[in-house]
RNA sequence: GCGGGAAUAGUGUAGUGGUUAUCACAGGGGCUUCCCAAGCCCUUAACCCGGGUUCGAAUCCCGGUUUCCGCACCA
């Protein structure tokens, strides 16, 4: 077999398995689109559970808005003149550019509306391909969002949820009875018609996002106050490497404010209790060039995959620029206490990258070559299986009325019951099961089983049954305790 | 989007014009063992799609799709 890398071994295991596959497959597939598999929408869903439990304990609100989004609200956003690029392509070469870039040289005039009009400019300005010196001529559109119409009017497939919260700003602060800070967070699908997909699901046209937005009072900096001594790695946007606390960036300006760095914290917190590799992890700043149009300072949080640095999580400063906008074209009031306009902390994460990460970084090798998936326990897809020690002797009938129980207390409880125990085990292993049990023939005689860990392979001997089914929680049972001794 | 490789069971692969399409792992069944993928037997399962060349195509040619590597893009 071939060598893999990281990425490509993690990948291969996602189909095997089923964590995710590529979509669409039997008619050929189709690029930048991905199904996740029984396993990995499991896992996905747990994750989101610990996303939404890492903004709920500070008092953040959820919300749940379309998909699809009528063109005012991105044209108010910035989104329909960003994001629909003109381009041009050197007709010998190749070699394409962006119509921006090559207009906006010396000194010269605004950015075209239609086509028509950037032909017009392509024609008079009579540029040159910087590869081949041959004159430059038809411009064309370049989409980045989807577009689609209904009844007449244009909508697009969002290219981010956040906007689905600010258009309802005022009903949110009027729920949460005026008061600010307010935090929004809400989950869902956004869509990019990126150019060439890459790798699986880290880079998709349809994907799975987690957005909070945090309405920070006009002025003052101490509404959430990051309080971690963990030294993290900062990468700021003058390619200095800061290996310090958050707290301690704040204290030395390298990150802008403390409630900025309290979400690069509440991040951090969260993707690494999930199980994402500390050693994998920094925090980027953007430079000036490669903010966003609507952001003043951003932190990214990134991982490192097969040696190189991949975003994750953007936290972003947005200040007033997304309210201000909706104010002015929808003319609502969309002010807090009066004429005071609500600043804006976003974290922003994708969550198909959060599991790629959470994939690499937990898949381990034991000694024998055989691997397993060492996902925090709260994670794992499966909680714990039920294994009879062989089928004869009614040791298969004994395992599975122990399983029917405790699926009512653990419903993500596996039976397997084919192939010797050693192969079973393994199986568990490769898909994360953090516990096994074993029916034996001491189970038939005495109630007692035997509780396998999977990081570790140890085992507990002589749990009684009933220890294990009088816990409304398998995972909170204190005889797992012992493992951790 | 461009350029170059590649596409064969669930996964990884062998196969340079005529094969019953190779092998391993995984999966299912059985025997054996009885706590870590052991062994033996049986078994399921594949030539990306569409055209062309040819008596005959998994194999050669063209187009498409997907994928990998570079370039570009990534708000």
Redesign the pocket.
């Known amino acids: 077999?071939?060598q893999?890398?990281e990425?490509?071994e993690m990948?291969?295991l996602s189909?095997?398995r089923g964590f995710f596959?590529?979509s669409f497959?039997i008619?050929?597939?189709?690029?930048?689109?991905n199904d996740y598999a029984p396993l990995g929408s499991i896992l996905k869903n747990r994750i989101y559970e610990e996303w939404k439990r890492a903004f709920t304990v500070i008092g953040g609100i959820e919300i749940d808005s379309p998909n699809i989004t009528p063109e005012r609200v991105l044209k108010a956003s910035?989104?329909v003149d960003?994001?629909i690029?003109m381009a041009v392509?050197c007709s010998k070469c190749?070699?394409?550019?962006?119509l921006e870039?090559i207009i906006s040289a010396p000194g010269s005039s605004r950015i075209p509306e239609t086509l028509k009009e950037a032909d017009e400019m392509v024609r008079k300005g009579h540029f040159k391909c910087e590869k081949c010196g041959n004159e430059l001529t038809n411009p064309y559109e370049?989409h980045?969002?989807f577009q689609t119409q209904a009844s007449d009017e244009t909508f697009y497939l969002r290219?981010?949820t956040a906007q689905g919260i600010f258009v309802n700003f005022k009903l949110l602060l009027n729920y949460n009875r005026g008061k600010m800070p307010m935090v929004v967070y809400q989950q869902g699908k956004?869509f990019?018609n990126?150019?060439?997909?890459?790798?699986?699901i880290i880079?998709q046209k349809e994907f799975n996002m987690a957005e909070a937005e945090v309405f920070l009072p006009e002025s003052g900096d101490d509404n959430f106050i990051p309080d971690s001594n963990e030294k993290l790695i900062l990468h700021d946007m003058n390619g200095v490497d800061h290996n310090i606390s958050i707290s301690e960036a704040v204290k030395n300006h390298v990150v802008g404010s403390n409630n900025h760095g309290f979400f690069m914290q509440l991040i951090y917190n969260f993707v690494t209790r999930i199980g994402v590799d500390k050693k994998r992890l920094r925090f980027r700043q953007?430079r000036k060039d490669?903010?966003?149009?609507?952001?003043k300072e951003?932190w990214d949080l990134e991982v490192n995959l097969?040696g190189s640095w991949l975003?994750i999580v953007g936290i972003a400063d947005r200040g007033t620029y997304d309210l201000s906008r909706h104010i002015r074209e929808s003319g609502e009031n969309l002010y807090y206490e009066g004429e005071k306009i609500a600043r804006v902390i976003e974290p922003a994460a994708g969550m198909d990258r959060i599991i790629a990460a959470l994939l690499v970084s937990n898949m381990k090798r034991r000694e024998?070559?055989?691997?397993?998936m060492s996902f925090p326990p709260e994670i794992s897809p499966y909680r714990v299986a039920v294994?009879p020690?062989?089928?004869?002797d009614g040791l298969l009938e004994k395992a599975r009325e122990l399983f029917e129980a405790l699926r009512e207390i653990e419903p993500y409880t596996v039976f397997?019951?084919?192939?010797?125990?050693?192969?079973?085990?393994?199986?568990q292993?490769?898909i994360g099961t953090p516990y096994?049990i074993?029916?034996?023939?001491?189970t038939l005689e005495r109630d007692i089983?035997?509780i396998?860990?999977r990081n570790t392979?140890?085992?507990i001997?002589n749990v009684r049954i009933e220890s294990i089914l009088n816990f409304p929680l398998f995972l909170k049972n204190p005889i797992l305790k012992e493992f951790q001794n």
């Open positions: 077999m071939k893999l890398d990425l490509e990948i291969e189909k095997r596959w590529p497959s008619y050929g597939g189709s690029a930048g689109f910035g989104h960003k994001f690029d392509a190749k070699t394409r550019y962006k870039n370049f980045l969002m290219p981010e956004g990019r990126e150019i060439s997909p890459r790798q699986g880079r953007h490669e903010l966003a149009h609507y952001s951003c097969n975003e024998n070559t055989y691997s397993y294994l020690l062989q089928k004869k397997d019951e084919s192939g010797a125990i050693g192969r079973r085990y393994a199986r292993d490769e096994c074993t029916v034996d023939y001491e089983v035997t396998r860990e392979t140890k085992q001997k």
